[in-house]
């Protein structure tokens, strides 16, 4: 009968040593994970940083037009922000990418006939020329906020930032 109480006894110090290891397991998964999470987003977050100079920048050489940088750098402020977060900070592209947000792109754009296409270009352009002074504004803003990418130093801009 001893013998069966100690058996018992050694059973249970066993299961809970057991239990107790694998519990120490899943609080270090745990920790790995948020470390992992971390540098996961901390990636992610570098990588729009990145994204949104590119974009700003280019906007301000002249190499990208600005209905097409307001749509990208609005995906990308949304997804750096919380989803409409970064509205109230650059209204300007916002408000040219709701403006031209209806306006057919790639092969959907293709499929338009010719005089309609033409018509949403202008249309497009008369945008662009009313926002243009705002969108690089904020496009300058953007750039001193993120930076000059590298490689990108020097390119000549099609709106200087005033050197404050």
């Known amino acids: 009968m001893i013998w069966l109480a100690i058996l018992a006894a050694v059973v249970i110090l066993a299961l809970a040593g057991y239990a107790g290891w694998l519990w120490w397991r899943v609080i270090n998964q745990q920790k790995e994970r948020e470390t992992h999470n971390a ?9 729009l940083e990145y994204s949104i100079a590119i974009i700003a920048d280019s ?40 403006s031209t947000s209806n306006m057919p792109r790639g092969e959907e754009r293709d499929a338009w006939p010719r005089n309609e296409i033409r018509r949403m270009d202008r249309e497009r352009e008369m945008l662009e020329v009313a926002a243009k002074d705002s969108i690089l504004d904020e496009a300058a803003r953007l750039r001193e906020r993120f930076g000059v990418p590298s490689g990108r130093e020097g390119l000549a801009s099609a709106r200087p930032v005033d050197a404050a």
């Open 59 to 98: 906007l301000l050489t002249g190499e990208l037009n600005l209905s097409e940088g307001a749509i990208r750098l609005k995906v990308l402020l949304d997804h750096y922000h919380a989803p409409g977060g970064a509205q109230a900070d650059y209204p300007a592209i916002y408000s040219l990418f709701l």
């Open 39 to 47: 540098a996961v987003l901390a990636e992610t977050e570098a990588d």
